[in-house]
Each structure stands twice: as structure tokens, then as C-alpha cells.
């Protein structure tokens, strides 16, 4: 498990991730094991089972609210009864804007609420957070903002971005490198999620990851110490299982985030054979309805 196994520096210890100093009510600086509770790299499993939210260390127990980019939905989310909450970053203006970063999804270009803000409604509560980047010119400016809170953040940290072509992919790329070395150089102890832009088209048959694509992705994660989720597409995931369960075993600390598009088609039958097939433990649902009450009816979890 993600946060029972931390990474082991060449000296044997585990490294440690330096919480910056100042912040609200001036933290001092101090050090958090990766994995360890309350860090951000701790799996979102262990860290609400730990907080008795879940009944088992299962991740499709976890309640998500999915795209919260606006300011009334980042208030239902923040007072809701869900364990994560996501939310999609761009700078004001889209990409190559140069305003704040705000919430909001390609095709849009802005929003009513900015990251700072949404981040303020978030501080307060008992939710998890998933940051998802559809520019790199939006990532520095938006960890300046999360650095200011993160002594107020002792929960599932995780920054998402998609780096590479998956299948059916035609939307542009995050650099990979560029996201990366920003990303750790602020936080060494978050939650990665990296992913593949995708498609998804009617009455033809799709073609899943393939070999090159995961092995590519593990190519590019080989050299992180923190935990990755791979965020992949549900009606993707059935002809594509031998090349995701060898993804994930390359490391216990790599996990899969299960989501949907809004005009995909797959069967609550799809996400049993997921479920049958990976580590319980080791896949999130973040997917949409009916199917997640009909899945989660179908597996004994109430939502």
C-alpha cells in the first residue's frame, strides 16, 4: 500500500518532503515522511479510513464531486458528504491568458470564483482535493496559491494533468517535463495524477491504452518517489486491463482514478470487470450517474 510502504532514499531513510515556513499562523518548517498520515502523498484510502470515513480499505467507498468550477458548486461540494473534491485550473483568458488562475474547463475561459478563492472554501473542511491543469502556464502561478495553504491541508493532495496522447487523443498535451520539474520542485510530497488525453467516439469500436502508451508513462513516472494515480477512461478500461494491471504493479505506490466522459457508453457489467480485475485498494471511481449508484448498489456501498 501507497501509505504503508514509504519511498527508501539511498541512505535508508524515507525522504522527507519540508513543509514551507510562514502560512497561516506562521508554521514553522518541518518534515513529513512521504505517505506518512496527514502528508499529501498519503493514499486517500488509508488517509479517510484512518479518519473512520471509510468502512473498508476500499477506494470505490470514496465519494467524489466531479468538475466543482463554479463558486455555488465549490460551496455545495464544501458542504456536502463527499471524500474528494475536483476542479479544473486555467489562467483567466485560457491558454496564454495571463490573469489569475480561476476555475473553469476548456472550452471556457473564465469563471466566478478564482483557485484562491475555491481554495479558501476548501481549507475548512474535511475534503480531499484533486487539481486537474489543462495548460502548464497555469500550473507555478497555482502552487504560489496552494503553498499558502498547505499548512491548513493535512489531507489527499492531488495535481493532474494529462502528458501524453492516449487513445483517440486529439486535445493537446501537458509537457510532461515541464509539469513534472515544476510540481516537485514545490511539492515532493503530492499526489501525482498523470493521464492521457483520450476520445471516445459512437458505433465504432474504440482501441484501449496500448502497450506503448503505458510503458511510455512508465517510463516517465520511473523516476518519481511520490505515489501516481493514472486517471483512465472508464469505457476504455475493459480492452486495455493486461496493460494497466502491468502498469500498476510497477510500483505499490501507483494506483488508477476510473473516469467517464459525458457522452461515453458503458455498462455498471464494465466497471465490475474493473473491479474484479485490480487491487480494491488501488481504483478510485470518479464516475458520473446513473452508473455510480448503480455500481456502488451492485457492490453493497451506499451512496
Known amino acids: 500500500m501507497a501509505a ?38 498519503e493514499a486517500a484510502v488509508e488517509h479517510f479510513l484512518r479518519a473512520g470515513r471509510l468502512a473498508a480499505r476500499d477506494g470505490a467507498e470514496i465519494r467524489w464531486w466531479h468538475a466543482a468550477n463554479s463558486r455555488r458548486q465549490a460551496r455545495e461540494a464544501a458542504r456536502s458528504a463527499v471524500h474528494m473534491v475536483e476542479a479544473d485550473v486555467l489562467l483567466r483568458g485560457g491558454r496564454g491568458g495571463d490573469g489569475d488562475p480561476v476555475m473553469a474547463h476548456p472550452p471556457e475561459t473564465d469563471s466566478d470564483i478564482t483557485l484562491q478563492e475555491w481554495l479558501q472554501e476548501m481549507v475548512g473542511t474535511d475534503k480531499g482535493i484533486k487539481l486537474d491543469f489543462k495548460s502548464l502556464d497555469a500550473v507555478r502561478p497555482s502552487l504560489e496559491l496552494l503553498q ?38 514545490f511539492f515532493p510530497d503530492v499526489t501525482l495524477s498523470l493521464g492521457w488525453t483520450t476520445g471516445w467516439h459512437p458505433e465504432q469500436h474504440n482501441d484501449g491504452y496500448s502497450w506503448t502508451m503505458v510503458k511510455e508513462m512508465a517510463q516517465i513516472c520511473s523516476a518519481l518517489s511520490q505515489p501516481v494515480t493514472f486517471p483512465v477512461r472508464a469505457a476504455l478500461v475493459r480492452q486495455s486491463v493486461s496493460e494497466l494491471c502491468w502498469l500498476i504493479d510497477q510500483s505499490d505506490q501507483y494506483s488508477l482514478t476510473v473516469w467517464t466522459g459525458k457522452q461515453d457508453v458503458y455498462s455498471v457489467e464494465d466497471l465490475l470487470f474493473i473491479r474484479e480485475n485490480f487491487d480494491k485498494s488501488r481504483v478510485y471511481y470518479d464516475i458520473s450517474e446513473p452508473q455510480n449508484s448503480e455500481f456502488k448498489k451492485a457492490i453493497g456501498i451506499e451512496c
Open 4 to 41: 504503508e510502504r514509504s519511498a527508501v532514499s539511498a541512505a535508508g531513510s524515507p525522504p522527507f518532503a519540508p513543509l514551507p515556513a510562514g502560512g497561516r499562523g506562521g508554521a514553522a518548517l518541518r518534515a513529513v515522511p512521504l505517505g506518512a498520515a496527514g502528508a499529501w502523498s
Open 148 to 185: 499558502l495553504v498547505k499548512p491548513c491541508l493535512e489531507r489527499p493532495v492531488w495535481l493532474n494533468a494529462d502528458i501524453l496522447p492516449g487513445p483517440n487523443g486529439i486535445s493537446a498535451v501537458v509537457d510532461a517535463k515541464g509539469f513534472l520539474d515544476t510540481v516537485t520542485s
